[in-house]
C-alpha cells in the first residue's frame, strides 16, 4: 500500500505560481512513476504532468508547457509541480498519482496509475 499526502495548494492571483508537493510513502519510491492530474468543478480529470521513476523524462499536456515544472526528490520521496504564470482556468484539485511496476518513461493516462492522493485544491483568481 502506497500512501500520498499532496500539499501547497492555495488560492493565488493570475500570474503567481505555486509549488505543490507530494510526499509518497513506501521504501521503493525510486522505482515508481509519478504524474499530477487535475480536475475542475463540472469537467474530467486530465493529465497535467509526469515524469519517470529516475525523472530522467518528463512529459506535460499542452496547457501545462513552459509554465508548469514537474520534479522529484528520491531521497525525500516527494515529487513536486512547480506552477508558474497561473491562469484562471487552472483552477482545480490536484492530485497526484504513482504507478507501482514501472518503465523509464512517464505515463499520461489516469488507469495507468495504481495510487491515488487526496488532492489539493488550487484557485486562480483573475
Known amino acids: 500500500q502506497v500512501q500520498l499526502v499532496e500539499s501547497g495548494g492555495g488560492l493565488v492571483q493570475a500570474g503567481g505560481s505555486l509549488r505543490l508537493s507530494c510526499a509518497a510513502s513506501?521504501?521503493?519510491?525510486?522505482?515508481?512513476?509519478m504524474g499530477w492530474f487535475r480536475q475542475a468543478p463540472g469537467k474530467e480529470r486530465e493529465f497535467v504532468a509526469g515524469?519517470?521513476?529516475?525523472?530522467?523524462?518528463?512529459g506535460y499536456a499542452d496547457s501545462a508547457k513552459g509554465r508548469f515544472t514537474i520534479s522529484r526528490d528520491n531521497a525525500k520521496n516527494t515529487v513536486y509541480l512547480q506552477m508558474n504564470s497561473l491562469k484562471p482556468e487552472d483552477t482545480a484539485v490536484y492530485y497526484c498519482?504513482?504507478?507501482?511496476?514501472?518503465?523509464?518513461?512517464?505515463?499520461?493516462?489516469?488507469?495507468?496509475?495504481?495510487?491515488w492522493g487526496q488532492g489539493t485544491q488550487v484557485s486562480v483568481s483573475s
Open positions: 498519482a504513482a504507478r507501482i511496476l514501472s518503465r523509464s518513461y512517464y505515463y499520461t493516462a489516469g488507469n495507468e496509475y495504481d495510487y
Open positions: 513506501g521504501r521503493t519510491f525510486s522505482s515508481y512513476a
Open positions: 515524469i519517470s521513476r529516475s525523472g530522467g523524462n518528463m
